[in-house]
């Protein structure tokens, strides 16, 4: 589900100004974005619409982003989505915490932009491939 060579985005975020940030950055590169507000949005969102890439904040209301990442890699449909992890931990046992729940990768806040846009760059080749190896 990539229209026009665009990924369809979850920005799962807590924080309105830090949603508002991932979204001017993330519009102004093109991609498709929908939000979620806490963790169970993010999984209600998960599960009723197609996603290339979910941006799961780790700290949020209801249920966290580690508990919601566990929830979302349950479902069959949604094991291999990639789902990278957002944190204002930058200490080794907060990645390992991400990467054990199921997250792709894992990012500390503040957000380093241009390493995030690689890591959907390279998300958005992996896909095409994936694409192109199928047809």
């Keep these: ?10 920005i799962a975020e807590d924080n309105a100004p830090n949603r508002m940030v991932a979204i001017a950055l ?28 979910i941006l799961m904040d780790v700290q949020m209301p209801r249920i966290d982003g580690i ?29 390992d915490n991400c990467i054990q729940a199921g997250m792709s990768d894992y990012l500390s806040k503040p957000i380093d932009w241009d390493q995030l846009l690689s890591l959907l760059s ?3 080749k992996a896909i095409k491939n994936a694409a192109s190896n199928a047809a």
Excluded: C, H
């Design 1 to 10: 589900p990539v229209p026009k060579g665009k990924l369809r985005i979850l």
């Design 26 to 53: 993330l519009k102004s590169a093109g991609y498709i974005l929908d939000t979620a507000e806490d963790g169970v949005e993010a999984v209600e969102k998960a599960v009723s619409q197609p996603f290339d890439v």
């Design 67 to 95: 508990e919601a990442t566990r929830r979302i890699r349950g479902i069959d449909l949604l094991r291999d989505i990639p789902i990278i992890g957002l944190s204002a931990g930058a200490m080794k046992k907060d990645r």
């Design 122 to 124: 390279d998300i958005e």
